[in-house]
């Protein structure tokens, strides 16, 4: 495969064209009466016309057919896609998943779209308010077929198996250990080279920034310059038989035929992008004294809510780092949060869970759930010695925690709850057991 070249930087206003055509971008304005090489304008908004200059989202798209030349959309089956979050009752227990099993291509080919599986969400999509967690399963490309979604931004986390994403704006080769984000309306299609499994955080009606880095400064965590963007890439190709768009909107899917493939933009400029990160290049904050900073300081990315400083959505990395604080319990403290936490792994084994939490699985730990280290962390962590240390190599865990949403918190889908699925079981963690406590009598 050759090697995909990229644009640098978060949210930057950028350019490309295709080498092919150079020119192909016209010079001065956006929508001349005609483009070069007899191209199509089309203009692609991530946001309202009359947002702020700093959050206004756009981008335009030089192509050789608009993207309005297709068929009727027509209703198809949602698969096991859902946004039903009342279809059973509330539980507050802890969750956990073994690793979600991938088909065997040798007995049914599933593709991307095919093999996305909604594990629990909140809010409610008609009002673009909210969230929802998938995985995807696949072990097929999606040739002919390509995906857009009406909803909300979704940030794609492979853990196993590379993807390269065809987008209108080019191609990403995107591996585990990378994540990768398809804004609202891009239309993208996914091949893969073996079984592929991983997971999926979709955001309605807000798009993912930086977090903001208070006294940390200027510099730290994610920082914008290894964002990466692809470069404008085109087919110009006719499908026999037809082009299928699927397109998820208000939850559910729908599928349109066309004679072209969509992925025929010659040049675009904008700010309005797919974008991917390698987790690798996280700058990590840690304490050097004592006790623990709180987790935020791992955020990646914030989807933010109205509330200044609580948001909808963040993407949290615990990333391979030193550990150094004094007189202090090291692994991640017990908690109750009136956040909810979904967890997964990408690889390797999480220092509070080192038995039962595997890389392809989860746990959700619900708002004021008690949770943290199982019984054997506890005791190995309050007897250690405590020298610097490495901590989580060869690891990376990440968590998407979400705040209240409306009046809803995170609800489980009746899939990720039922016993016919198989690789689904309740956390059965040893908790430490109590100390007997040593109290001293008064003597009146």
């Given at each position: 495969m050759t090697?995909?070249?990229?644009?640098?930087?978060?949210?930057n206003?950028?350019?490309?064209?295709?080498?092919?055509?150079p020119?192909?971008?016209?010079?001065g304005?956006?929508?001349?009466?005609?483009c070069?090489?007899n191209?199509?304008?089309e203009?692609?908004?991530?946001s309202?016309?009359?947002?702020?200059?700093?959050?206004?989202?756009?981008?335009?798209?030089?192509r050789?057919?608009?993207?309005?030349?297709?068929?009727?959309?027509?209703?198809i089956?949602q698969?096991?896609?859902?946004?039903?979050?009342?279809?059973?009752d509330?539980?507050p227990?802890?969750?956990?998943w073994?690793?979600?099993e991938?088909?065997?291509a040798s007995?049914?080919?599933?593709?991307?779209v095919?093999?996305l599986?909604?594990?629990?969400?909140a809010g409610?999509i008609r009002s673009?308010?909210?969230?929802?967690?998938?995985?995807?399963l696949?072990?097929?490309?999606m040739?002919n077929?390509?995906?857009?979604?009406?909803?909300?931004?979704?940030l794609?986390?492979p853990?196993?198996?590379?993807?390269?994403?065809y987008?209108?704006?080019?191609?990403?080769l995107?591996?585990?250990?990378?994540i990768?984000?398809?804004q609202r309306?891009?239309?993208?299609?996914?091949?893969?080279?073996?079984?592929t499994?991983?997971?999926?955080?979709?955001?309605y009606?807000?798009?993912?920034?930086?977090?903001?880095l208070g006294?940390i400064?200027?510099?730290?965590?994610?920082?914008?310059?290894?964002?990466?963007?692809?470069?404008?890439?085109?087919e110009?190709?006719?499908?026999?038989?037809?082009?299928?768009?699927?397109?998820?909107?208000q939850?559910?899917?729908?599928?349109?035929?066309q004679?072209?493939s969509?992925?025929n933009?010659?040049?675009?400029?904008g700010n309005y992008t797919?974008?991917?990160?390698n987790?690798?290049?996280?700058?990590v904050?840690?304490?050097?004294?004592?006790?623990?900073?709180?987790p935020?300081i791992?955020?990646v990315?914030?989807?933010?809510?109205?509330?200044?400083?609580v948001?909808?959505?963040d993407?949290?990395?615990?990333p391979?780092?030193?550990?150094?604080?004094?007189k202090?319990?090291?692994?991640?403290?017990?908690?109750?949060?009136?956040?909810?936490?979904?967890m997964?792994?990408?690889k390797g084994?999480?220092e509070?869970?080192?038995?039962?939490?595997?890389?392809?699985?989860?746990?959700?730990?619900?708002?004021?759930t008690?949770h943290?280290?199982?019984?054997n962390?506890?005791?190995?962590?309050?007897?250690?010695?405590?020298?610097?240390?490495?901590i989580?190599?060869?690891?990376?865990?990440?968590?998407?925690?979400?705040?209240?949403l409306?009046?809803?918190?995170?609800?489980?889908?009746?899939e990720a709850?039922?016993?016919?699925?198989?690789?689904?079981?309740?956390?059965?963690?040893?908790f430490?057991?109590?100390?007997?406590l040593?109290?001293?009598?008064?003597p009146?």
């Open positions: 090697e995909l070249k990229y644009i640098s930087g978060f949210g206003e950028c350019a490309s064209e295709d080498p092919r055509c020119g192909a971008l016209p010079e304005q956006n929508n001349p009466q005609v070069p090489y191209l199509y304008a203009q692609l908004s991530g309202a016309f009359t947002c702020p200059r700093s959050t206004n989202k756009r981008s335009w798209l030089y050789i057919l608009p993207s309005v030349s297709h068929k009727p959309f027509e209703f089956d698969g096991h896609i859902t946004h039903n979050w009342d279809e059973v509330p539980d227990n802890q969750l956990r073994k690793p979600f991938i088909p065997k007995q049914k080919k599933v593709d991307f095919n093999g599986h909604t594990l629990c969400g409610d673009n308010n909210g969230l929802a967690i998938h995985i995807f696949c072990n097929t490309s040739g077929r390509c995906f857009y979604n009406s909803d909300g931004d979704l794609i986390v853990q196993k198996g590379k993807l390269l994403i987008t209108e704006f080019g191609k990403m995107v591996q585990p250990n990378e990768c984000v398809i309306g891009m239309r993208f299609s996914i091949d893969v080279f073996e079984e499994r991983g997971y999926i955080l979709e955001v009606g807000v798009h993912f920034e930086l977090p903001d006294p400064g200027a510099n730290g965590l994610a920082n914008p310059r290894d964002f990466l963007i692809p470069v404008a890439w085109y110009d190709r006719q499908v026999p038989g037809g082009y299928t768009v699927i397109n998820k909107y939850g559910k899917l729908f599928a349109a035929k004679d072209v969509p992925f933009v010659v040049a675009w400029h797919p974008y991917k990160y987790l690798e290049n996280f700058m904050i840690n304490s050097v004294a004592f006790d623990h900073a709180d935020s791992f955020t990315l914030t989807a933010k809510s109205v509330r200044p400083g948001a909808i959505a993407f949290v990395i615990f391979p780092r030193w550990g150094v604080a004094d202090t319990f090291r692994p991640p403290y017990y908690h109750r949060n009136c956040m909810s936490e979904f997964g792994l990408i084994h999480y509070a869970k080192q038995g039962g939490f595997l890389p392809g699985g989860g746990s959700l730990h619900s708002p004021m008690p943290g280290p199982d019984a962390c506890f005791e190995k962590a309050s007897k250690a010695k405590l020298a610097p240390e490495r989580a190599d060869g690891t990376m865990a990440f968590m998407f925690e979400s705040s209240r409306g009046e809803k918190r995170m609800h489980v889908t009746l709850l039922s016993s016919s699925w198989k690789e689904m079981n309740r956390q059965k963690a040893q430490p057991l109590a100390h007997p040593t109290i001293s009598r008064s009146f």
